[in-house]
């Protein structure tokens, strides 16, 4: 590692950044990045490559620069929305072939060139193409689509590419999610085929129109949006080149421990000594599972703008600051801007959400202890019976093998099956006449429970399909309520008609309306925005005996349509003397 200090070199239309280790030019005076010169590369950077303005910052014996964006509306500026923001590098395609977004999604990746008209068959949206004459023929016959490298922002710290020759990584690291939107659980695009790497600011993706921000009104904003850290590393050639992945990850992690940077010259990125700490614990009060208070294992507990119960996931302007307490409950978030936050949580193996109720004012250099805090889950009586499990994922659930004519290698006997592509058709194949019926104590969830409710295919267009789950009840109260907790995982443009005992009552027993945007069926995603309803269930519709539920999703005019559910359980009333089986 060279120690020499940074270099700035102006020649004519260009600024040269020199540190020792690298040399990144940028356009004068646009501040475009036209070359980056590394280990003999001459530009790991594809020529000719068009991008917006940002700042750069190079340190002295450091092998990379950060880059990082101030956004502004000031006060009577005409009204705008940002629907996605992003920095964006796309790399020599003779170079860097093969491609690390975690583990276990690494791989050599198709050409750029395989996706054009000749070379491949554009599928049901154009981000989906088949390879049919790949370059490397090994290829041919698999699915390439951007989406299914999609990474949840909690995990998306570290991704890039590796060029075999000469042994060069090429690793966009973000240290903080500070500045991301929608919470930990958004998932954002990462690399794909390009060789393209992003830095994703802002999106719509797996949400909507609930996470593009809109200013209206002559609303001031102002926001920091990274900073983010471009990383080269190399190897010697005898050396193995995979290696690299492996120390962009060293990389990242002291890039994590070293949040807030001391570096930034604006004054509206705060440093450490600007910045306040909450801490405490958080406890579960669920009577009907246990007397006591349960340490909530696990949970994400966070900071964000106040706002209604869960309105963290759909905040799109400002800071959140998440973490997870410990097997005890306890939490600690740290190096928090200054500002009013509501504190939020959410548990996994419990529904709903939870706020605490006061605004928290953080301070420079305040140290905050919030002590013992107590969630009260949703609950009205016993558990009669559950489907899947609360974690605010369809994961659990049924997902089919691919069509063997349309998959994706990297994701055959992966955890994160629910990748490949065209699994929505599937459903059609899987029941041809009749759709799903699931049986209370018979069923299993994990082989019958198909993991998103989608229309049906036809000759000539779709179907809106029903779902039935029917169940044993003894001794039904006719006079008490029970209550239905259905908890989504993922809507788009979709309905839930809920009917008990007559598919064909004019009125449902309830209907959530038109919800979701989040295209998670087609995009290969597990979940997008958070739902859940709570149905009450007069006892004079339940009967001693078999019952069911249809669960109706009628909107059909895409095959992308449709819900994924997280969790659903049928609970009896309070004093509840039935059963279930």
């Known amino acids: 590692m060279s120690t020499a200090g940074v270099r700035l ?55 990379g620069f950060y880059s990082y964006a101030i956004y502004e509306h000031l006060k009577d500026w005409p009204d705008f929305e940002i629907g996605e923001t992003r920095i964006t ?68 710290k570290v991704h890039g590419w590796i060029c075999t020759n000469p042994p060069v990584g090429f690793w966009q690291i ?10 930990p659980h958004k998932q954002n695009l990462t690399s794909h085929v390009g060789p393209t790497t992003l830095a994703m600011f802002l999106s719509g993706h797996y949400a909507g129109q609930d996470l593009v921000p809109k200013f209206r009104g002559g609303e001031p904003w102002k926001k920091v949006f990274g900073p983010v850290f471009i990383y080269l590393n190399s190897s010697a050639i005898k050396d193995d080149p995979f290696w690299l992945w492996e120390d962009a990850k060293i990389q990242m992690m002291t890039e994590v421990q070293s949040w807030p940077y001391s570096f930034p010259a604006s004054e509206d990125f705060q440093k450490s000594d600007q910045r306040g700490n909450v801490s405490g614990r958080l406890l579960v009060l669920d009577r009907y599972i246990c007397e006591e208070l349960i340490p909530a ?53 419990f529904i709903g959400d939870y706020r605490y109720d006061a605004v928290i004012n953080i301070t420079s250099g305040s140290f905050i202890e919030m ?59 899987s029941y041809p006449h009749e759709d799903l019926v699931y049986i209370v104590g018979v069923s299993d969830y994990a082989k019958d429970w198909f993991f998103a409710q989608v229309p ?23 006079n008490s309520t029970y209550k239905l907790r259905v908890a989504i995982a993922s809507a788009t443009l979709a309905e839930l008609q809920v009917r008990i005992n007559d598919p064909n009552s004019r009125r449902p027993l309830f209907t959530s309306g038109l919800i979701g945007r989040d295209n998670s069926v087609a995009r290969h995603g597990i979940h997008g925005i958070y739902w859940l309803y709570n149905v009450n269930v007069p006892g004079a519709q339940l009967v001693d005996g078999t019952n069911t539920f249809f669960f109706k999703q009628p909107r059909c005019t895409s095959p992308f349509q449709g819900l994924m559910y997280d969790y659903i359980r049928f609970e009896g009333p309070p004093s509840c003397g039935s059963s279930s089986s």
């Open 9 to 63: 070199h102006i020649q004519g239309g260009h600024v040269v950044m020199d540190n020792g280790i690298l040399q990144v030019t940028l356009s004068n005076p646009d501040g475009i990045v036209t070359g980056i010169r590394y280990n003999g590369i001459d530009n790991v950077l594809e020529p000719l490559n068009k991008e917006t303005n940002r700042g750069f910052v190079m340190l002295r014996a450091s092998s």
């Open 371 to 429: 002590g013992d805090l107590v969630f009260e889950p949703p609950r009205d009586g016993p558990t009669l019976w559950e489907i899947g499990i609360p974690d605010r994922s369809a994961a659990e659930f049924y997902v089919p093998d691919p069509d063997p004519n349309h998959i994706n290698r990297l994701f055959v006997n992966h955890p994160d099956r629910f990748r490949q592509y065209g699994l929505w058709n599937r459903y059609a194949e």
């Open 297 to 349: 294992n696990g949970a994400y507990v966070g900071l964000a703008p106040p706002g209604d119960v869960g309105s963290w996931q759909r905040e799109c302007k400002d800071y959140q600051f998440w973490m997870r307490a410990d097997d005890r409950g306890y939490f600690s978030i740290s190096n928090i801007r200054t500002g009013t936050y509501n504190l939020f949580a959410w548990v996994p193996g």
């Open 174 to 183: 973000t240290p903080s999610d500070e500045f991301r939107s929608g919470g």
């Open 89 to 156: 590098f796309k790399l020599r395609k003779d170079k860097f072939q093969y491609m690390a977004v975690s583990d276990n999604r690494q791989r050599y990746m198709p050409l750029p060139d395989d996706r054009l008209p000749g070379r491949c068959q554009t599928l049901a949206y154009p981000e989906a193409v088949l390879l049919e004459n790949p370059k490397m023929k090994e290829l041919a016959g698999e699915v390439d689509d951007k989406y299914q490298y999609s990474c949840e922002n909690k995990d998306n």
């Open 456 to 478: 049906r295919q036809k000759e000539n267009g779709h179907e809106g399909t029903t779902w039935q789950i029917r169940f044993e009840l003894r001794n039904v109260d006719r």
